[in-house]
């Protein structure tokens, strides 16, 4: 399990500069994160303006609080 970063992010940067392990790099068309690096500080999402990284398999119904 590692954070992954939705289709929401809109690439401004924030979480890869924040990552103390420079493990978000910027993708073709979100920032991706390399899951075998993620200790899941969360610290991305805590940075994100758009609340882009969540932990774990991105829900396909994002929009209900039943994430996981
Ligand atoms: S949870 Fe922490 S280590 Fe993982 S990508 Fe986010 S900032 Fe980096
Ligand atoms: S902080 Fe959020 S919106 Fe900005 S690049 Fe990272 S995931 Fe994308």
Redesign the pocket.
């Known amino acids: 399990m590692a954070y992954k ?1 939705s289709d ?9 500069a924040g990552c103390p392990m420079s493990c ?1 790099k ?1 993708g073709a068309a ?2 991706e994160i390399d899951e075998n690096v993620c200790i899941e500080c969360g610290a ?1 999402a805590a ?7 969540k932990l774990g398999w991105v829900s396909k119904q994002c929009n209900s609080t039943d994430e996981r």
């Open positions: 970063i929401e992010c809109i690439k401004c940067g924030a979480c890869a978000i910027e979100k920032y991305c940075s994100c303006p758009v609340g882009a990284p």
